[in-house]
């Protein structure tokens, strides 16, 4: 999700002058952000597609899922939380979930109030970040990552009969859950698995060898990357069924993605999705700013490296989701031009994406100029 940051990268002063105004209201019309193609390989978004799904408020990290024929998005709230910048993302303090509905893409966007505020939460301390939903058997699951009063990060799970909530949280967070950006996947047998993990503010490095150390280890340059987390759920999908193991990430070749190289190795924001029957795997690379990919054939991996789907955007996260939705496929993700280039206060877009006849995907850039 949000990782720490070093610094705003230069291009946000550059682009300062598209701050744009919020508007009061709890729906609106936006316009269709269909893309044509340029190439075989890229797509590039202007106009429509620029413009933020939800301008009332500010938004980052969308999970996007279609239940019941209505599409519904799980993001972060952000807010000016006041904490002061630092590399451990202490500035995005957030401390409550909207649920957002739209009954088509380009239609009225639908903001159904606070689904779960830290209040009520009774083991987080602070900082609400990435979430993500799933269904099952008619009851909503909402996993949601939090610091509790340790300060170290974990992963809840509360329930509700409604897809936007309000969400009951459980007393404790999963058992032997930890990092953040918890993404679930329902596989084609009805197995749900969680993908979660992220480096930096996100903790992961502090877990080398299974257990909290409070202290940052990362492996060398040379050595294999940190690796996103998985683990089957229970059958009440509240517990984990397995001991969290990693995601074995491989370049073409065979060999495993190394810790130096930045522009492919996972950071944060693990997400899932099938097609055709593979399973793609994406995720940000953080201080390189790409949403990356690879692709496997079973859950659990190994995934190997495609290419980039989305490049930078405007701000310096990158966090997504993928969506199939009335036929077309479909990248929610976010950046900071609503604010003017704040990197803690993002907003949540949508644009389609579109695969190769080979079934990778066309690359899209979405920087706002």
Not at 106 to 118: K, N, P, R, W
Request: with cysteine.
């Amino acid at each position: 999700m949000f990782a720490s940051v070093l610094k705003i990268l230069s291009v946000n002063l550059l682009v300062a002058t598209l701050l744009f105004g919020c508007k009061n209201k709890t729906a609106q019309k936006i316009p269709d952000p269909s893309v044509n193609d340029l190439s075989e390989d890229a797509v590039s978004i202007s106009g429509a597609s620029a413009s933020p799904l939800i301008s009332d408020m500010f938004t980052a990290d969308p999970s996007a899922h279609v239940f019941g024929g209505k599409l519904y998005i799980y993001p972060s709230h952000d807010f000016e939380s006041g904490v002061p910048q630092d590399d451990l993302g202490s500035h995005f303090d957030m401390k409550d979930y909207h649920v957002f509905s739209l009954d088509s893409i380009g239609g009225e966007v639908t903001d159904h109030g606070i689904a779960l505020h830290i209040d009520n939460v009774a083991w987080a301390g602070r900082q609400m970040w990435a979430p993500d939903a799933a269904k099952k058997n008619g009851t909503y699951y909402f996993y949601f990552p939090a610091k509790d009063k340790s300060d170290i990060f974990r992963i809840g799970v509360a329930t509700s009969k409604n897809p936007f909530g309000p969400f009951r949280a459980e007393e404790q967070p999963i058992e032997g859950s930890f990092s953040i950006d918890p993404a679930v996947f329902e596989d084609t047998d009805g197995s749900y698995y969680m993908y979660f993990g992220g480096i930096w503010g996100g903790q992961l490095q502090r877990w080398i060898g299974g257990n909290y150390n409070g202290e940052d280890v990362y492996p060398a340059d040379d050595q294999p990357a940190l690796k996103p987390k998985i683990a089957k759920l229970s059958e009440d999908m509240l517990q984990f069924a397995e001991t969290p193991r990693d995601v074995a990430r491989l370049d073409r070749d065979g060999n495993p993605l190394l810790a130096g190289d930045n522009d492919r190795r996972f950071f944060e924001a693990a997400w899932v999705h099938m097609y055709n029957g593979k399973y793609y795997l994406s995720y940000s690379t953080g201080d390189t700013h790409n949403i990356a990919y690879g692709i496997g054939d079973n859950p659990y991996g190994p995934f190997i490296y495609q290419g980039v789907i989305l490049k930078p955007v405007l701000g310096w996260t990158n966090h997504h989701s993928i969506v199939e939705y009335n036929g077309k496929w479909w990248l929610f993700y976010h950046d900071s031009s609503l604010s003017g280039g704040k990197t803690h206060l993002r907003s949540v877009k949508v644009t389609e994406l579109k695969y190769n006849s080979d079934g990778t995907i066309k690359t899209i850039d979405a920087m706002v100029e």
